[in-house]
């Protein structure tokens, strides 16, 4: 992140020092000295000549407030946090702007339909757009469709994605907890249940539904270990894993298995299946091709406790985060060019990838870049455990946030990673024995309650090894290119209201279920019929 060289004016409290503007946040006058990848562009005497363009090396957080300075950039290669309780706006002011300003392939994660419909069309006009849309929120964009048993022969790549669906089901544990730790117990237990029954669906051609009435009895169904003991290219020792968890303690099998079918719920809605699950007329989204096209995946899902969309969210990020690693690491480049970036609204309550921390530290460098947000920090520790979230907030190269949490807690660590600063104090006295001491105080930086207290479109940067800054943030759907965002939005709620009016109705649903009934006998003889 940069800033441009300014006379700063310290913060307006009083008795606080000034601070340089630009030692607030790492200068990457570096990485700006570069030549940027098409930005050339030819003089009319026939010299070739650079011109920059930010947009290429980083995405706008918005303008230096406090100490005051110019515009402040994130640069791709660096990893991005963002704590602001709802309403804050974080989606507007960070996430949008970041999304828009990507050069490359992009994937994102969001609860609310708005939020899509805001950026859906001007990323279009970059590249090709999948929607995954379990719910059918958004009926009429061109839909993600996968297949989880796909490349499950890979004995590895079943392990993964096993991991990746049953990771969506810790929600809500008490941080550090016994209940925590229960979660994540059955959750790994899960997992060899549900990698043992992708890997023999995938040996022996089997599908999705195959999988379902396995997850629907695991103690009836004898074709998984069977097929994992005796075919030859099963993976050692896998039968022997299905067994141990199923056939434990029966306390311990009986929640493994609630777990597993946990992990699965949505599939077993068929209306969800046809919408994302591939058949012999429509194909499964080509992933590669569409990062390839620098085009960009939305993952909406919406919070509700009865129907969580977290286990297949996370396991589709996880799918696709793997592919855009394996384009990296096949480039000649060594890193994707332009760099990808995940933008991962309300990670706790979308996907919270079980593999964040592994990739925020390592896959950076390969030009995958990360900005997730939450709205409290105990919500990331709910669901990674206390150690993890600390090791994810560790490893954050830019931190944000914003105004308005109620966790004293959190704002108090938050004011002690700031520090603080010394200042001179000179004490009069008067009388006989007159004089003046000269003297020194060390106050924070920002005291807990002045975190709190951070207005609306500003929020609190704290970058690296930089000092802090105060920043004032951009509305994105504000002035000019926000008129035409939401008048862009307008447009497409207006098709998908129309869409939705085409849908078959729930009661006309019923009516025919009832017909279906009576003709096979099955229905109850109401006054009604009777009458």
């Known amino acids: 992140m940069g800033s441009g060289r300014a006379q700063g004016d310290g913060h307006d409290k009083r008795g606080r020092a000034p601070a340089r503007a630009f030692a607030a946040v790492p200068v990457t006058q570096d990485r700006a000295s570069r030549p940027v990848r098409g930005t050339l562009r030819a003089c009319e005497g026939g010299v070739i000549v650079g011109r920059f363009d930010p947009t290429q090396v980083g995405w706008r957080i918005g303008r230096a407030r406090h100490p005051r300075a110019s515009q402040l950039w994130c640069p791709w290669d660096r990893t991005a946090g963002v704590i602001g309780p709802q309403g804050s706006g974080k989606t507007l002011d960070l996430l949008t702007p970041a999304l828009l ?22 990323r279009s006009k970059q590249g090709p757009v999948a929607v995954l849309d379990p719910f059918g929120l958004a009926p ?23 991991k990746a669906f049953t990771a969506g089901t810790i929600r809500g544990a008490v941080a ?22 992708f890997h023999a669906a995938a040996l022996t051609g089997r599908n999705l539904d195959d999988v379902l009435g396995w997850v629907a009895n695991p103690h009836s169904a004898t074709d998984p270990a069977e097929i994992l003991r005796e075919h030859p290219a099963a993976a050692r020792f896998w039968h022997g894993l299905l067994h141990g968890a199923l056939h434990g303690d029966d306390r311990t099998a009986g929640n493994t298995v609630t777990t597993v079918q946990q992990a699965m719920s949505l599939f077993f809605q068929a209306d969800i299946r046809s919408r994302c699950v591939p058949t012999p007329t429509r194909a499964a989204t080509d992933v590669a091709g569409l990062i390839g096209q620098r085009g960009t995946i939305y993952l909406l899902g919406r919070e509700d406790p009865y129907a969580s969309a977290s286990p297949l969210m996370t396991a589709v990020a996880e799918h696709v985060l793997d592919t855009a690693l394996g384009l990296a690491n096949a480039s000649r480049f060594g890193r994707l060019c332009p760099p990808m970036v995940s933008v991962l609204d309300e990670l706790p309550s979308t996907a919270p990838l079980p593999t964040l921390r592994t990739r925020m530290a390592n896959e950076r460098a390969l030009g995958l870049s990360f900005i997730y947000a939450a709205q409290t920090w105990r919500q990331l520790a709910a669901i990674f455990g206390e150690q993890e979230a600390r090791a994810l907030f560790g490893l954050t190269n830019v931190l944000m946030v914003f105004g308005g949490s109620k966790d004293a807690s959190f704002n108090k660590e938050v004011s002690d990673l700031l520090g603080s600063v010394r200042v001179a104090r000179v004490t009069h006295q008067i009388g006989r024995a007159s004089g003046r001491t000269f003297g020194g105080e060390d106050i924070p930086v920002l005291r807990p ?13 704290v970058a690296e ?30 098709r998908l209201t129309t869409a939705r009016r085409s849908t078959v109705a729930s009661r006309a649903r019923q009516e025919v279920a009832l017909d279906e009934a009576r003709t ?6 109401t006054w009604e019929d009777e009458r």
């Open 140 to 162: 009429g964009l061109p839909q993600l469709v996968w297949d989880p048993i796909d490349g499950c022969v890979d004995p590895m790549l079943a392990e993964r994605r096993a």
């Open 176 to 197: 550090g907890g016994h209940g925590d730790d229960a979660a994540r117990f059955y959750a790994s237990e899960a997992a060899k249940v549900l990698q043992s029954y």
């Open 101 to 122: 300003a990507a050069p490359g392939a992009a994937l994102v994660t969001l609860t609310k339909t708005d939020d899509l419909l805001l950026t859906v069309t001007s």
């Open 465 to 494: 090894n930089g000092k802090p800054i105060i920043a004032a943030l951009t509305r994105c759907i504000e002035g000019r290119r926000g008129k035409t965002l939401l008048a862009q939005q307008a447009k497409l709620r207006d």
């Open 449 to 461: 309650e002045e975190i709190r207290e951070l207005p609306d479109k500003t929020a609190l940067v």
């Open 520 to 525: 096979l006998g099955l229905a109850s003889c």
